[in-house]
């Protein structure tokens, strides 16, 4: 199983980017898939997650009515929609994969999967 995201770039504070993470090999209809953020000297962190199976999401505190996850199952194809960012959502963002969904989405070390990391830089 492979994941590859893209999408990441260089914007200025309150412009928009949209990830997206291309899942291969893999053919399940049961999964999560959710986007997870790195910065400097900062532990990783839960940005948001999606279930296949009802389209359920959820979303950390910090951006919530700003970034919205989205799905193309069948295309095993997963986005982040990131509206109004700021200098604090600089960060090296990586997609994950669960092959069991419903358990605790913010825990990284539940996800069996993982993307190389798409770099996204808000300028102030």
């Known amino acids: 199983v492979q994941l590859v995201e893209s999408g990441g770039g260089l914007v200025h504070t309150g412009g928009s980017l949209r990830l997206s993470c291309a899942v291969f090999?893999?053919?399940?209809?049961?999964?999560?898939i959710a986007w997870f953020r790195q910065a400097p000297g900062k532990e990783r962190e839960a940005v948001s997650c999606?279930?296949?199976?009802?389209?359920?999401?959820y979303y950390a505190d910090s951006v919530k009515g700003r970034f919205t996850i989205s799905s193309d199952n069948a295309n095993y194809t997963g986005y982040l929609r990131m509206n109004n960012l700021t200098p604090e959502d600089t960060a090296v963002y990586y997609c994950?994969?669960?092959?069991?969904?419903?358990?605790?989405?913010?825990?990284?070390?539940?996800?069996?999967?993982w993307g190389q990391g798409t770099q996204v830089t808000v300028s102030s």
């Open positions: 994950a994969v669960d092959i069991f969904p419903g358990r605790v989405w913010k825990e990284a070390g539940l996800y069996n999967y």
């Open positions: 090999g893999f053919t399940s209809n049961d999964y999560a």
């Open positions: 999606i279930k296949s199976t009802d389209g359920s999401t």
